[in-house]
Every structure is written in C-alpha cells, then in structure tokens.
C-alpha cells in the first residue's frame, strides 16, 4: 500500500507549514494574551481580533476549508490527502480555527453537506463555509450514560409544524461562543420505537431560539477553552420548525455515525500533530539542559522514551493513513474497525508521548510557560470525545469474532 503523498499534497504541505511558522506559532502568545485581558475585563467569551485577521490571512492564500472530501465546497482532497495537512494543523490549538478546519464546525459542515436539504445549506452551511460563524453539536447528556447514544433522553414532541424541545445537555463544545447560531440537536422524536436506533432524530436548533439557555461553561482540567469552551445548555419548551429535521424523523443514529467518523479521524490527525509537536519540544528541552554532569539528552531513559515517543507517534500515523484510504475507497461505513482502531490508539499515543515530554521539561513541563500541560488536558479529553476507549476497544472485539463466525477452522 503506497502511502507517499502526491506532489499536490507536498506543495499543500510546505504552505501550510510556511503559514504555521510565518503566522500561527508567532501569534500564539498573542492569542493567549488577548483572550486574558478579556478574561481581566470580565468577559473572556468573545472573539478575538488575532484569530479574524489569521483567518482572513489563510482565506486569502486558499488554506481554507481543506476538509470535506466529495464536496464541491472542500478543496478537492481525499481523507488520505488531507491527512498531512490536519496534522500539521494540530501542532497548534489556534491552528485549526485559523484554516476553518476545526471541531465542532468541521463535523457539522460535513453533516449539513451530507444530510441537509437545499434550504439548511444555504441558511447554516454557507456562512459556517464562510468562517462567519461557528456552530455546536449537542447529544451528550449529564444524566445519563450517552456513551451508548440510546439511552439518551432529550424529549422531541411534534406540535403541528413545530417540534417543542425539552432537554439538558452538555460538552456541548462551542455552546459559549458568542459567535454559535446554530446548534445540531440528538433527541428522541420516537421513544417507543421498537427499533432503539431509530428512536432518535437530529435538528438543527438556532442558539438564539426562545428556551434555549447556555447554563455554564465546563472546564477541562480546570481549563476553560474560553472564547470557544464547552457548554452546559438546557434546552425548555423550544420550538423549532418541522423543516429543521435532519434527513428525517428516526434516522438521527444514522446521521450520527456517518458524522463521527470524519470527525474522529480529524481528532487523531491533530493528535499526531500535538505528539509531534511534544516530541521536537522533548529533544530540544534534553539537548539544551544538563543534570548531574552530562546534558539530559545523553541519559539512557531519556534516549529510551524518545525512541519510543518516535515509534509510537509513527504507528499511530500509519493507522491513521489506513483508516483514511479504507475512508476514500470503501466508504466511512465499511472502514468502522479502522476509525475505531485509530480513536484509541491515538489519544493515548500522545498523552503518553506528552508525559514523557512532561518529564523532560521538569517543573516547568506542568507550568504555563510551555503548551505541554495544555497538550495533555486536550489529548486525555479526547480518550472521551466521540467516543470513550471502552466503546471503541468493545466494537473493535466484536467485528474481530465475528470474522471467526464464517472463517473455516485450521
């Protein structure tokens, strides 16, 4: 299996590259302190005027909306083209959003792309292609185990050619951005339904509809993500049109499978990214810093975990080049083993990768002077997001028996 990238992919990759080092890791600095005055100011939730120009710098030179593959509106790319560049986006949190590439947006786009009618494109889907606004996907629930999405609860009752919402979500990234209009919305249209996978519907529900309430932002590791952030949002006697309906009443399982598989695939192209990133800050660290006598780059355990850092990194590469070329030419649904297979090996690639970094670091690896330790709250969050391991390591153990079901025995 040839994985070499095409001479359209490497000029991809050297711009892309070119704009990290020229715009995005020089402006990261400025990101934080711009989103920290506004937190001094009492209101960290509000745009910052360094992420609009970037985003206005990477439109102008076509880095723009390098997902969506099959699309007239992405850049013409396979999964397995777009792999590169993702990862190279993920060397830097402000780095997606930068090149409209980033989650919730990018799997919401993908979702209107695929499902949504003519006029849920152009209302939604056109301004988020557009980086005018940004929007969120609400399924999670507080009350209930939503690692098995049937069991969520979200009430969703037809009232003539309205649909009355009454729900609370939460990890409902993006809910607390100024700039969320429009939320994608997992309830159940059909709770007795024999079929508990067709219980559930999706709908697109706009942020700012009477009974829709951002409760609070969650923190992650004590971090508040602000001005993005995940939200806790309860949702009361909403009414939405009936037109709102994704694709259709009961089909909302559906969409959610065919929208987590992207989705997951661009969280572990980032991850690879994020370890790359951690292993280069590693060996820079060993290199230029000494403890009993000799420069740490030249103790065993160090040498010993970047091997490992680099072996690892490169395994979860690999998967992940596989599951995007089963992506482009078996389709996302056949590929299921192969995007589970990726979600769990790469987040815990880099939390582990980002450990050992850590340790290099010392003191300073947990601090704030260095992007390790926000490194490793985003890379253990995403052992949850779309997902637990559990789920995933479950689903991967059933396709593999079922092979031995029908294989002959030797």
């Not at 790319?77 to 792999?83: I, S, V």
């Not at 003519?118 to 507080?142: D, N, V, Y």
């Not at 997951?264 to 951690?278: D, S, Y």
Request: glycine share 8%.
């Amino acid at each position: 299996m040839d994985f070499s990238y095409t001479p359209k992919v490497r000029e991809l990759q050297r711009r892309v590259s070119a704009f990290m080092d020229e715009y995005i890791y020089p402006n990261e600095h400025r990101y934080h302190e711009e989103v920290e005055a506004h937190r001094a100011q009492g209101n960290p939730w509000q745009p910052t005027r360094v992420m609009e120009e970037l985003k206005e710098k990477a439109r102008a030179q076509g880095l723009w909306n390098l997902f969506l593959p099959e699309s007239k509106y992405g850049a013409g790319l396979t999964n397995l083209e777009y792999a590169p560049l993702c990862e190279i986006m993920g060397r830097s949190h402000i780095a997606p959003e930068a090149f409209n590439c980033s989650a919730p947006d990018t799997g919401n786009m993908e979702t209107l792309v695929r499902y949504g009618n003519e006029a849920q494109q152009r209302e939604w889907l056109q301004p988020l292609l557009e980086g005018k606004i940004r929007s969120a996907f609400a399924m999670t629930e507080p009350a209930v185990a939503s690692s098995d999405a049937t069991n969520i609860e979200a009430r969703v009752e037809r009232d003539g050619d309205h649909y009355v919402i009454n729900a609370r979500k939460w990890w409902t990234s993006g809910a607390p951005d100024p700039r969320c209009e429009i939320l994608i919305f997992m309830g159940k249209t059909d709770p007795d339904n024999p079929s508990r996978h067709s219980q559930q519907s999706m709908i697109l529900v706009p942020m700012k509809t009477p009974g829709v309430k951002m409760e609070r932002p969650l923190t992650v590791f004590g971090y508040d993500h602000a001005p993005h952030g995940h939200g806790e949002v309860s949702f009361e006697n909403v009414r939405v049109p009936v037109g709102n309906v994704l694709l259709g009443e009961g089909r909302g399982f559906e969409i959610a499978q065919g929208r987590l598989g992207p989705g997951r695939i661009h969280h572990c192209m980032r991850l690879i990214g994020l370890a790359e990133r951690a292993l280069e800050l590693m060996c820079r660290r060993a290199l230029e810093r000494h403890a009993f006598g000799r420069a740490v780059a030249d103790h065993g355990v160090t040498r010993e975990r970047i091997a490992n850092a680099r072996i690892l990194i490169d395994q979860a590469r690999f998967l992940v080049l596989n599951a995007a070329h089963m992506m482009d030419t078996a389709g996302n649904k056949v590929a299921k083993k192969e995007i589970a297979m990726i979600k769990v090996a790469a987040p815990s690639m880099a939390c582990q990768v980002i450990d050992w970094a850590i340790q290099v670091h010392g003191g300073a690896g947990v601090s704030g002077d260095f992007p390790l330790a926000a490194a490793y709250a985003s890379a253990r969050t995403l052992r949850f997001a779309d997902g637990p391991d559990e789920v995933h390591r479950n689903q991967i153990g059933k396709m593999e028996l079922e092979r031995y079901l029908t294989l002959p025995k030797r």
